[in-house]
Every structure is written in structure tokens, then in C-alpha cells.
Nanobody
Framework: QVHVVESGGGLVQPGGSLRLSCAASEKFFSINAMGWYRQAPGKQRDLVADIRRDERTRYADSVKGRFTISRDNAKNTVYLQLNSLKPEDTAVYYC??????????????WGQGTQVTVSP
């Protein structure tokens, strides 16, 4: 079992910044990719950014140049730095972790979500 816990959401004005953190606690599993999705009211959950263990990254076009994802493999923790925030970035941000069990089965675990609200 892997537990994924996010932190760092909140209310910020347009143009402001936030830093989200996500830690995956595991026993006997190997954590591979970690990343962030977001879901605004009435919309589907979409990828924001993710990062593999070798630190290769992917970003949604809408956040390129504004958001930066990074990770600390020793701590199984991923960070998302959100800069130049816009009202359309308002959403619940969900962290996920791809974990590999000792028998090589891959599982995806999700956090409970953290609210990011961008408003004057």
C-alpha cells in the first residue's frame, strides 16, 4: 500500500505563486512516475505535469513556462511550483504516484486533492 498526501494549496491573487508538495509513503514498493492532475468544477481531470524517476518531465501546454515540477527521490516527494497564476488555474490539484510492487505489478495511487483558488 502507498499513501499519497498533498499540501500547499490555498487562495492567491492573479499573478501570484504557490508551491504544492506531495509525499508518497511506501513499504516494499518502488515509486516510479509522480505528478499532478487538476479538476475544475464541471470539467474532467487533466494532466498538469509529471516527472519520472529519471527526472524526465511532461507539462500541459497551458502551464508551460509558468509551472515547474521537481522531485526528491530519496523522500519520494514531488513539488509543483506554480507561478504567474491565472483564474483559470483554479481547480482541485491531485497528486499521483505510480508504484511497482515486489512482483512487478504497477499500481497508481492518488492523493485526496488540494484546492488552488486564484481570485482577486
Amino acid at each position: 500500500q502507498v499513501h499519497v498526501v498533498e499540501s500547499g494549496g490555498g487562495l492567491v491573487q492573479p499573478g501570484g505563486s504557490l508551491r504544492l508538495s506531495c509525499a508518497a509513503s511506501e513499504k516494499f514498493f518502488s515509486i516510479n512516475a509522480m505528478g499532478w492532475y487538476r479538476q475544475a468544477p464541471g470539467k474532467q481531470r487533466d494532466l498538469v505535469a509529471d516527472i519520472r524517476r529519471d527526472e524526465r518531465t511532461r507539462y500541459a501546454d497551458s502551464v508551460k513556462g509558468r509551472f515547474t515540477i521537481s522531485r526528491d527521490n530519496a523522500k519520494n516527494t514531488v513539488y509543483l511550483q506554480l507561478n504567474s497564476l491565472k483564474p483559470e488555474d483554479t481547480a482541485v490539484y491531485y497528486c499521483y504516484a505510480d508504484a511497482i510492487a515486489p512482483d512487478s505489478t504497477m499500481y497508481t495511487y492518488w492523493g485526496q486533492g488540494t484546492q488552488v483558488t486564484v481570485s482577486p
